[in-house]
Each structure stands twice: as C-alpha cells, then as structure tokens.
Nanobody, 114 residues
Framework: QVQLVESGGGLVQPGGSLRLSCAAS????????MGWYRQAPGKERELVAR???????YYVDSVKSRFTISRDNAKNTVYLQMNSLKPEDTAVYYC????????WGKGTLVTVSA
C-alpha cells in the first residue's frame, strides 16, 4: 500500500512562509501529476496546485504568485513553497496524485494567525 507522508506545517504569522514536503513510499510515474490539496475547517478538500515532471504546473487562483510546487523524482518527494501566507490559507494540507489514486495521508496542519 502506498504511503504519503506530509510534513512542514506549523503556526505562522500572516505574511510568513512555510515549505511543505510530501514523501511517497513508491516511485511515482513521471507522467503522473502530483498535487497538493487542502481542507479548511467546515469545507471540502480542494486542489491547490499540481505538477508534472515535464514542468507543467497549475495553481488555484487564490494561491497564484504566492505558492510554488515542485517535485524531486529521485527522492519521490513533492514540495510546496508557500509565501505571503494569509489567514485564509489555514487548513490541513495533503498530497496525492491528481486525480487522487492513493489513500490519503494524515496531512500537515498549517495555521496562519497573528
């Protein structure tokens, strides 16, 4: 069974930065999109960003120019650099393929608050 382990979350003030990491227990096909998702309290999980090995990326409008997704295929790891964080970015962040193929990990909590 594939395991996805997210890390890097925490409490940060508005305007701050965090870098999330997601380690997969298997090698993900280079052609497969990897995505970061988030679920805020009382809301459905949403796709935040996705990346393909060839460099193709997508960002939801609310994070464009603030978040950067990247992947290291050699390490089976996906990253999400988050800058200029806002309180509305507060959520549990998860990674998975896009569309999701594997069981969800525990996620990593990001709290943006003064």
């Amino acid at each position: 069974q594939v395991q996805l382990v997210e890390s890097g979350g925490g409490l940060v003030q508005p305007g701050g930065s965090l870098r999330l990491s997601c380690a997969a227990s298997i090698s993900i096909s280079r052609g497969q999109y990897m995505g970061w998702y988030r679920q805020a309290p009382g809301k459905e999980r949403e796709l935040v960003a996705r990346v393909q090995s060839a460099g193709s990326t997508y960002y939801v409008d609310s994070v464009k120019s603030r978040f950067t997704i990247s992947r290291d295929n050699a390490k089976n790891t996906v990253y999400l650099q988050m800058n200029s964080l806002k309180p509305e970015d507060t959520a549990v962040y998860y990674c998975n393929t896009h569309p999701p193929m594997f069981s969800w990990g525990k996620g990593t909590l990001v709290t943006v608050s003064a």
